[in-house]
T-cell receptor
Framework: AQTVTQSQPEMSVQEAETVTLSCTYDTSESNYYLFWYKQPPSRQMILVIRQEAYKQQNATENRFSVNFQKAAKSFSLKISDSQLGDTAMYFCAFTPYDSNYQLIWGAGTKLIIKP | DAGVTQSPTHLIKTRGQQVTLRCSPISGHKSVSWYQQVLGQGPQFIFQYYEKEERGRGNFPDRFSARQFPNYSSELNVNALLLGDSALYLC????????????FGSGTRLTVV
């Protein structure tokens, strides 16, 4: 079975600090996409960052970057200079190329940014 | 440009009833997916439609069905509602099936009593 594990149910940091959210996944596929989504209290899932498994270079989007370790099946998210608006649930997800592109999700990490 | 639109926002149904949830994708997006998110959990895949054809189905009973219309909007139907069907139902659209990344709507909160 293909699974995603987020081992940190909840994290909290002070505003402006850097925080890293962990994600590991299990798949026998070699080609897939990885995502981090943010879900604020408004409920809407917002795409934070996307990584293609065949690319060795880690994706970055402004304050957000990933550490993708394909051999270890690890895909952590680093948020630099954290802001109050980053407070949300963060979900790690992946989709193998041959799965009809259904997203397989972790259980999420609740991130709280304190002023 | 409007994002992914879902309706209704909230609804309450009684056990045994039927419900229809609606989704309008972003203009130009031909793929629509449905996910069920139970409180405190990650979403679970229900269906994916692309170009009006079902391309994927998750591990849900036959009480769950969906369709996609010529304008690429979609409906999710759930028959014989159970208490366990209470959840947030998310619709996502993308240009096509694949790794583009999906844009989600704000969801429909279904409560079954």
């Amino acid at each position: 079975a293909q699974t995603v594990t987020q081992s940190q149910p909840e994290m909290s940091v002070q505003e402006a600090e850097t925080v890293t959210l962990s994600c590991t996944y299990d798949t026998s596929e070699s080609n897939y996409y990885l995502f981090w989504y943010k879900q604020p209290p408004s409920r809407q899932m917002i795409l934070v960052i996307r990584q293609e498994a065949y690319k060795q270079q880690n994706a970055t989007e402004n304050r957000f970057s990933v550490n993708f370790q394909k051999a270890a099946k690890s895909f952590s998210l680093k948020i630099s200079d954290s802001q109050l608006g980053d407070t949300a649930m963060y979900f790690c997800a992946f989709t193998p190329y041959d799965s009809n592109y259904q997203l397989i999700w972790g259980a999420g990490t609740k991130l709280i940014i304190k002023p | 440009d409007a994002g992914v639109t879902q309706s209704p926002t909230h609804l309450i149904k009684t056990r045994g009833q039927q419900v229809t949830l609606r989704c309008s994708p972003i203009s130009g997006h031909k793929s629509v997916s449905w996910y069920q998110q139970v409180l405190g959990q990650g979403p679970q895949f229900i269906f994916q439609y692309y170009e009006k054809e079902e391309r994927g189905r998750g591990n849900f009973p036959d009480r769950f069905s969906a369709r996609q219309f010529p304008n690429y909007s979609s409906e999710l139907n759930v028959n014989a509602l159970l208490l366990g069907d209470s959840a947030l139902y998310l619709c996502a659209s993308s240009l096509g099936p694949g790794g583009y990344g999906y844009t989600f709507g704000s969801g429909t909160r279904l409560t079954v009593v």
